[in-house]
T-cell receptor
Framework: GNSVTQMEGPVTLSEEAFLTINCTYT??????LFWYVQYPGEGLQLLLK?????DKGSNKGFEATYRKETTSFHLEKGSVQVSDSAVYFC???????????FGAGTRLTVKP | DTAVSQTPKYLVTQMGNDKSIKCEQN?????MYWYKQDSKKFLKIMFS???????INETVPNRFSPKSPDKAHLNLHINSLELGDSAVYFC??????????????FGPGTRLTVT
C-alpha cells in the first residue's frame, strides 16, 4: 500500500543550524509529495510540494527534491530560526487519487 | 477570509454525550475530509466526501457519522462519546482530481476532551 516514513523526532537545533528531516515513501506509480507544517495550536499548512520526479519544491527557505530513484523527499533548510519550531509532516497522494497519506510527524525545536 | 473553518475550537463533554463539530470551506473545493490527531500528533483519516458521496471510511466506529448538507460543509456527529475519542479533529478540503492539484487545506482544529 501507499505509505510515508519520516525520521523520528524530536529534533532540537540551535538557531542558524542546518536542518534535514528525512522522508521516504512507498507508492505505486507516480505520487505527488508534500511537506506540511503544524505550528503549536494550529492546523496543518502546506509548506511545499512536488508532483513529478526531480521537481524541487521550495518555500520560506525550505526545500525538498522528489527523488524517484531513492523514493525520498527530504526536507532541508540552510539556517533555521526559532520561529521554525513546529511539527513537520511528509505526505503523499497516489497518482490521480486524493487519498493523502501522512508520515508520523517530526517535532522540531529551534533554540536561540 | 478563513478558507477552512471549524466550530467549536474547544469542546469539553462527558462520556455518553452526543456532540457535533461543524466545518465550512469557502474555497469552492469538491472534496472535504475529517482527520483525527492523537496526542502523539499522528494523523488518521476518518472520512472524505466528494459531491455528497462518501469515498473513504477508514475503520471508524459507526458512532461517528459525517453529514454534508452541501458541497461547502461537512459536519461530524459523534454519538455516545468515549474517553478514547479525546483528540484534535481536523477538517480539510481539496479540489477535484481533474484539477491535478491534490493538496489539502486544513482547518484550525477542534480539541475534543471527553471526561
Amino acid at each position: 500500500g501507499n505509505s510515508v516514513t519520516q525520521m523520528e523526532g524530536p529534533v532540537t537545533l540551535s538557531e542558524e543550524a542546518f536542518l534535514t528531516i528525512n522522508c521516504t515513501y512507498t507508492a505505486t506509480g507516480y505520487p505527488s509529495l508534500f511537506w506540511y507544517v503544524q505550528y503549536p495550536g494550529e492546523g496543518l499548512q502546506l509548506l511545499l510540494k512536488a508532483t513529478k520526479a526531480d521537481d524541487k519544491g521550495s518555500n520560506k527557505g525550505f526545500e525538498a527534491t522528489y527523488r524517484k530513484e531513492t523514493t525520498s523527499f527530504h526536507l532541508e533548510k540552510g539556517s533555521v530560526q526559532v520561529s521554525d519550531s513546529a511539527v513537520y509532516f511528509c505526505a503523499l497522494t497516489p497518482y490521480n487519487n486524493n487519498d493523502m497519506r501522512f508520515g508520523a510527524g517530526t517535532r522540531l525545536t529551534v533554540k536561540p | 477570509d478563513t478558507a477552512v473553518s471549524q466550530t467549536p475550537k474547544y469542546l469539553v463533554t462527558q462520556m455518553g454525550n452526543d456532540k457535533s463539530i461543524k466545518c465550512e470551506q469557502n474555497l469552492g473545493h469538491d472534496t472535504m475530509y475529517w482527520y483525527k490527531q492523537d496526542s502523539k500528533k499522528f494523523l488518521k483519516i476518518m472520512f472524505s466526501y466528494n459531491n455528497k458521496e462518501l469515498i473513504i471510511n477508514e475503520t471508524v466506529p459507526n458512532r461517528f457519522s459525517p453529514k454534508s448538507p452541501d458541497k461547502a460543509h461537512l459536519n461530524l456527529h459523534i454519538n455516545s462519546l468515549e474517553l478514547g475519542d479525546s483528540a484534535v479533529y481536523f477538517c480539510a478540503s481539496s479540489q477535484d482530481l481533474t484539477s491535478g492539484s491534490y493538496e489539502q487545506y486544513f482547518g484550525p482544529g477542534t480539541r475534543l476532551t471527553v471526561t
